[in-house]
């Protein structure tokens, strides 16, 4: 008899968890499962049978033996099951099963394209990104959308509005400064048009041009339109060192005032007086969400970031040499300040601001001063950025804290193109180096931070548990050998471990390559407003 001491969800519950997630990302609703008895001998044509995995379902459950059944684009069964005849067999024993990993927040807009097949994200188990990240998104985004169905990448892809966009199309050059009545009810509007769109939110980089200009009325505004289409709210908030708590408290009012949803982008104490302050911000945010603000977070898991030199400098008062010598006493020191672009000289990347001092025969504050100056008149020809670099400014500790936050899920912030290893070995590294190797958290609930709690935090109710229903978005990995390999020297290193990959029930990542297949789709947020 086939289909044993079956663990199924039924159809009441899972309609519950449905609606409890909000109108984001509606499933229609589930047939009744025929009976086992009533089954045909014959598989239904292109079914998949995942057998003897052990299976991490995404809530944070325990693992547990059981096969899964995949038909079409969807899990059909969980549990004992027994083969039909045409079904292709997947042998998992000894593997660990696990939803697809979500990753809420992403660069790859401008890559994807160029890199359909996605092997950065596939090849560390990422089935779902999430982009228009830190204000800037693409637009319209009806455009992009079209796009992505047209010419489908390897993954499934969803998208935030930018505030930094929206701003750029209204105020052009001349941003620095805040927006005019006109301006706001332009940027409404056009916030609007990309809600209906399918925008999850509104997404902001405050530490960021233009955004860095902005009050945090203009943001309430725009949040509050957001929240009317059913949307979020995520943020590079205004400062990750010198202002820090004064940002925590900007994104907290945002929340309460607008009443929606608001997330931390890559949580970080990127500042030496910072340090050890993780539980610190914990309570905090305890306390937000005790008050009613739903407040959350992501992070990745490296103790450097990447961005531009310029970010250093929140006045932006670049020839300011007490500023200098403040970024790098306590910022980052000189030799960890990794160049990563430099297109004045490009022989500079790969090299420290400590090592270009040697070669300038200058101090490092100097240093720092003229490589903006250099960058920035080059930028004023060109019309676009024209360094980046790689900063150490994290304390291990604290990251290991933030990590056990229950509201904090996991992204990578890289790109598929990048010279950050996060782009290629973020989820690798947490369940090779931070679960297996240091116990900082248990597999099941890394699982749930990667999978079930990511799709919460993003409104995606049809992804990120392993249950009848839930689109399969799968990911098979060895827990004794995944780790990353990818490096500030290698940041393009594949990461070991990941057996397999499927998206949509379609298999893009096996035997260490992506298969050429293209089935994710574009993730529109369905609800309230949209078209």
Same mark, same amino acid.
Not at 180 to 190: G, H, V
Not at 243 to 248: D, L, N, T
Not at 345 to 370: C, E, Q
Not at 460 to 477: K, M, T
């Given at each position: 008899?086939?289909?044993?001491?079956?663990?199924?969800?039924?159809?009441?519950?899972?309609?519950?968890?449905?609606?409890?997630?909000?109108?984001?990302?509606? &499933?229609?609703?589930?047939?009744?499962?025929?009976? #086992?008895?009533?089954?045909?001998?014959?598989? *239904?044509?292109?079914?998949?049978?995942?057998?003897?995995?052990?299976?991490?379902?995404?809530?944070?459950?325990?693992?547990?033996?059981?096969?899964?059944?995949?038909? $079409?684009?969807?899990?059909?069964?969980?549990?004992?099951?027994?083969?039909?005849?045409?079904?292709?067999?997947?042998?998992?024993?000894? &593997?660990?099963?696990?939803?697809?990993?979500?990753?809420?927040?992403?660069?790859?807009?401008?890559?994807?394209?160029?890199?359909?097949?996605?092997?950065?994200?596939?090849?560390?188990?990422?089935?779902?990104?999430?982009?228009?990240?830190?204000?800037?998104?693409?637009?319209?985004?009806?455009?992009?959308?079209?796009?992505?169905?047209?010419? *489908?990448?390897?993954?499934?892809?969803?998208?935030?509005?930018?505030?930094?966009?929206?701003?750029?199309?209204?105020?052009?050059?001349?941003?620095?400064?805040?927006?005019?009545?006109?301006?706001?009810?332009?940027?409404?509007?056009?916030?609007?048009?990309?809600?209906?769109?399918? #925008?999850?939110?509104?997404?902001?980089?405050?530490?960021?041009?233009?955004?860095?200009?902005?009050?945090?009325?203009?943001?309430?505004?725009?949040?509050?339109?957001?929240?009317?289409?059913?949307?979020?709210?995520?943020?590079?908030?205004?400062?990750?060192?010198?202002?820090?708590?004064?940002?925590?408290?900007?994104?907290?009012?945002?929340?309460?005032?607008?009443?929606?949803?608001?997330?931390?982008?890559?949580?970080?104490?990127?500042?030496?007086?910072?340090?050890?302050?993780?539980?610190?911000?914990?309570?905090?945010?305890?306390?937000?969400?005790?008050?009613?603000?739903?407040?959350?977070?992501?992070?990745?898991?490296?103790?450097?970031?990447?961005?531009?030199?310029?970010?250093?400098?929140?006045?932006?008062?670049?020839?300011?040499?007490?500023?200098?010598?403040?970024?790098?006493?306590?910022?980052?020191?000189?030799? $960890?300040?990794?160049?990563?672009?430099?297109?004045?000289?490009?022989?500079?990347?790969?090299?420290?601001?400590?090592?270009?001092?040697?070669?300038?025969?200058?101090?490092?504050?100097?240093?720092?001063?003229?490589?903006?100056?250099?960058?920035?008149?080059?930028?004023?020809?060109?019309?676009?950025?024209?360094?980046?670099?790689?900063?150490?400014?994290?304390?291990?500790?604290?990251?290991?804290?933030?990590?056990?936050?229950?509201?904090?899920?996991?992204?990578?912030?890289?790109?598929?193109?990048?010279?950050?290893?996060?782009?290629?070995?973020?989820?690798?590294?947490?369940?090779?180096?931070?679960?297996?190797?240091?116990?900082?958290?248990?597999?099941?609930?890394?699982?749930?931070?990667?999978?079930?709690?990511?799709?919460?935090?993003?409104?995606?109710?049809?992804?990120?548990?392993?249950?009848?229903?839930?689109?399969?978005?799968?990911?098979?990995?060895?827990?004794?050998?995944?780790?990353?390999?990818?490096?500030?020297?290698?940041?393009?290193?594949?990461?070991?471990?990941?057996?397999?990959?499927?998206?949509?029930?379609?298999?893009?990542?096996?035997?260490?390559?992506?298969?050429?297949?293209?089935?994710?789709?574009? &993730?529109?947020? #369905?609800?309230?407003?949209?078209?």
């Amino acid at each position: 008899m086939r289909h044993t001491r079956l663990s199924v969800v039924p159809k009441s519950l899972l309609l519950i968890a449905l609606s409890a997630a909000g109108a984001a990302f509606l &499933l229609p609703a589930l047939a009744p499962l025929p009976a #086992a008895a009533a089954e045909p001998a014959t598989s *239904p044509k292109g079914s998949i049978l995942i057998t003897g995995a052990l299976v991490l379902d995404g809530t944070g459950a325990p693992a547990r033996a059981a096969d899964v059944l995949i038909i $079409g684009d969807a899990i059909a069964r969980v549990g004992v099951l027994d083969p039909l005849s045409g079904e292709t067999r997947v042998d998992a024993r000894g &593997l660990v099963l696990a939803p697809g990993f979500i990753d809420t927040h992403s660069h790859a807009d401008d890559e994807l394209f160029d890199h359909p097949d996605a092997l950065a994200a596939v090849s560390q188990g990422i089935t779902t990104i999430v982009v228009g990240q830190d204000g800037e998104s693409p637009f319209p985004l009806a455009d992009f959308f079209a796009r992505l169905d047209r010419t *489908p990448a390897a993954i499934n892809v969803a998208s935030y509005a930018g505030h930094g966009t929206l701003r750029d199309r209204v105020t052009g050059k001349d941003f620095r400064r805040p927006v005019t009545r006109a301006e706001a009810r332009q940027m409404s509007d056009l916030l609007a048009t990309e809600m209906k769109a399918g #925008a999850i939110g509104l997404a902001t980089g405050l530490e960021y041009d233009p955004g860095i200009y902005s009050t945090a009325d203009e943001v309430v505004a725009l949040a509050k339109i957001a929240r009317a289409h059913g949307g979020r709210y995520i943020s590079h908030i205004r400062s990750e060192d010198r202002f820090f708590w004064q940002a925590v408290e900007e994104i907290i009012a945002i929340g309460r005032r607008a009443r929606i949803p608001v997330q931390i982008g890559h949580t970080k104490l990127a500042m030496k007086t910072l340090w050890g302050q993780a539980d610190r911000l914990i309570q905090r945010l305890e306390a937000a969400r005790a008050e009613g603000v739903e407040i959350t977070g992501d992070m990745y898991p490296y103790l450097y970031w990447q961005s531009t030199l310029t970010v250093l400098f929140p006045k932006r008062d670049f020839a300011d040499r007490a500023e200098a010598e403040l970024v790098l006493a306590e910022i980052t020191p000189p030799d $960890g300040l990794l160049l990563t672009r430099f297109d004045p000289d490009p022989s500079y990347v790969g090299r420290t601001v400590a090592d270009i001092a040697r070669l300038r025969d200058a101090d490092p504050a100097t240093t720092l001063m003229a490589l903006i100056h250099e960058s920035e008149s080059l930028g004023k020809k060109t019309g676009g950025e024209t360094e980046s670099v790689i900063g150490t400014s994290m304390s291990e500790p604290d990251v290991e804290r933030l990590m056990t936050w229950p509201h904090m899920n996991f992204c990578t912030d890289g790109g598929l193109d990048g010279s950050h290893p996060r782009g290629f070995g973020s989820y690798p590294r947490i369940l090779g180096r931070y679960v297996r190797e240091r116990s900082v958290l248990p597999l099941d609930q890394a699982i749930h931070k990667m999978t079930g709690l990511a799709a919460e935090h993003m409104g995606f109710a049809d992804r990120g548990r392993i249950a009848p229903g839930q689109r399969a978005d799968l990911v098979l990995f060895d827990p004794a050998t995944v780790v990353d390999r990818a490096t500030p020297q290698d940041p393009k290193a594949v990461s070991a471990g990941i057996q397999r990959v499927w998206v949509n029930g379609v298999v893009v990542f096996e035997n260490g390559r992506t298969t050429g297949v293209r089935p994710g789709r574009a &993730l529109r947020r #369905a609800g309230p407003g949209n078209s």
